[in-house]
């Protein structure tokens, strides 16, 4: 690591650790986030199966259908949950 501590070898280790670190950290992350969007897949996958019975076509018409029916004071806060987190979907 001379070329970040040239004249202290400890630190210029520890910055090596923590990069490495930091590259397992991030890699362990990115796979969270395939196995979280192979798991939604699924998810909705299995819902729409289950509500074609039901009468809807996809999981989408049930959830226009279950928000005509919600109060005004319940759609409201719906809609304000929903605005909360659309920026993590990265389907928008």
Avoid: C
């Amino acid at each position: 690591m001379g070329i970040w501590f040239p004249d202290d070898v400890s630190r210029g280790n520890r910055v090596e650790q923590l990069a490495s670190d930091i590259q397992h950290l991030q890699s362990k992350v990115k796979q969270k986030v395939e196995d979280a969007k192979e798991h939604d897949k699924k998810a909705i996958e299995y819902l729409n199966k289950i509500i074609k019975p039901r009468g809807f076509k996809t999981l989408d018409e049930l959830v226009v259908e279950v928000e005509k029916k919600l109060s005004k004071e319940d759609k409201d806060n719906y809609l304000q949950m929903k605005n909360n987190v659309q920026h993590l979907d990265d389907k928008h």
